[in-house]
């Protein structure tokens, strides 16, 4: 996160056994809260031994020996020995995983397999762990290989086919679509001769119910493609007017659901399709 | 979550205002404590409105009603009163949000944006937030556009190389680099030509520092490259054994940090390379 304006600063840790994909997506949304605090964050992965931990509590007692506040420490460690070490520094630590362990083990009346005393985390049945992850790969290759138009026989195939023109997020939609859901993703690239017609292009006809749109603000739309093609037609904002106007016509037209991907991140614009189109896969990714 | 092996059956909810991921990474780290347990678990995304909440809060009261134990709720809502209407249902709720903010607030001497009334989520800088999303989005089509030893020329402005044999995670974890992290990861497969004159291929023997070895286990290598081209000899046991024995000489004998895939996701590549390689890009993900 950068630093925001603000008089008060303060260093932040997101610690994990992990990735750090936790402790960061969960630190962020609350630190966000908080615009009146310039928070300096950094992640610390892969903490999974009390050696690693006693590295990164040293940093922090040095940390809390140079600023004015005592760092903040976001703890998404599984092993409790391990968190102990980062609790007992000088920070102010919320211990994610701990809160919400014991009220659960009452909720389901069951000792929980980090209680047991289980040393490391907890894997899933590898197995389906497997399948899933398969099934990913399977997707982002998938992707790859029916992005922009290429391969029109693959659409039979596909759970989803984004559309839209030229620079509207299809491309990176798509992907993280095979990588974090395995939904198999195909785009088809509306150009102008297709606007131009009215008409849904042939490569696509025969599956509209697979069919989503991407829309995106004009003037948007015209920073992103100057930033390719600087001072080009394509670029133009007239252009850019014209092919989204004619584009969402067609949305509706054919009755496409749509959206706006202006004010939206990639997780966004795809967690969006899922709940518009309904293709979850009910949670592949872990 | 499939459903794993177990008497006792709960129906769990990952309820979000936003994309979910949050609610499902670390509801997940927590029910995998509980193996004994068999999960049955959904994502209600976007539920920002009263009136969505009172949608998944009627669906709640009628799966209680249904089965022999109340649902779990996993809430991640930031907005109090729509939160509200999911806690008077009928569910074993866990309210993330709120169970940190006001701790945090007593640390942070400042009152939280949600909490002096701001009615939607408190969205970051918007210039900040562009800008990693360009980084992100250019990252992406840096890692397709020089997949594979494509366009040779671009290794320079590359923040890593992944090198490694066919199969072995390069492609998907390249694009994971630059989707998640803003981190413009290029690749290289190590063809049997190059494993043969053991010596780093011409091609990316100026780029030695900025070289990430992936290897595999060759049992798993040839399952993969068996499940793409069946019966070949590129699939068989041996191919697969002589290929990683080779690609591993090559990188011990270059010094090139590498890590063995086989039994990590495309996140946990990802994480440990930005570890090894110290290439974090300070979290430009959100």
Known sequence: MEPRSGSIKRKVYFLSD???RTAES???SLLVQFPQIQFDSVTRRFVDSIEKA??????IEKVSRQESFRPIV?????????????????????????TFLAPLEQELGVTSAHNVGHPAIFKEDSRAVDQAYMQRINAVHFALANDDGMHLHKYKDADIILVGVSRTGKTPSSIYLGMQYGIKAANYPLIPDDLESN???SAIADFQ?????????PARLSEI??????????ATLRTCVDEVRQAETLYRQYRIPYIDTTALSIEEIAARM???????KKAVSL
Request: charged content about 35%.
């Open 54 to 59: 006693r590295k990164v509590a040293d940093e």
């Open 26 to 28: 969960l630190g962020k």
């Open 225 to 234: 493609r100057n930033e390719r093609k600087p001072n080009s037609e394509y």
């Open 74 to 98: 976001i703890d998404t460690i599984v092993n409790s020995e391990v968190s102990e070490i980062i609790r007992a520094s000088n920070c102010y630590y919320i211990d994610i995983f701990s």
């Open 209 to 217: 119910k697979k069919l989503f749109g991407l829309t995106i603000r």
């Open 18 to 20: 992990s990735t750090g």
């Open 274 to 280: 899922i709940e518009r189109a309904n293709i979850d």
């Open 199 to 201: 008409k849904l292009p």
